[in-house]
């Protein structure tokens, strides 16, 4: 996501978003929807974890304004 649309994401208040690598928090104006916020951030639904409180949330659902979520990136492994 370049500077601008992180700037213009901040001052619009809204939906809080916390990212992780790198850490970060932006808003978006709500209602809006999972799949909306992560293309705003140039994410693939894919390569992330999207939480509310304590609850993974599918990409078709809708944040109000005083929604605060969580992106996570799906980390895989395994033993070698």
Known sequence: MDDQRLSQARQTG???VLLRNP????????????????????LHRESVLVIKGDTLVPGDA???????IEV???ISGGCA
């Open 23 to 42: 850490k970060r928090e932006v808003e978006f104006p709500g209602p809006v929807s999972i799949t909306a916020v992560l293309g705003k951030l140039d």
């Open 72 to 74: 996570r990136p799906v």
């Open 14 to 16: 809204g939906v809080k």
């Open 62 to 68: 809708m944040l109000a304004d005083d929604d605060v």
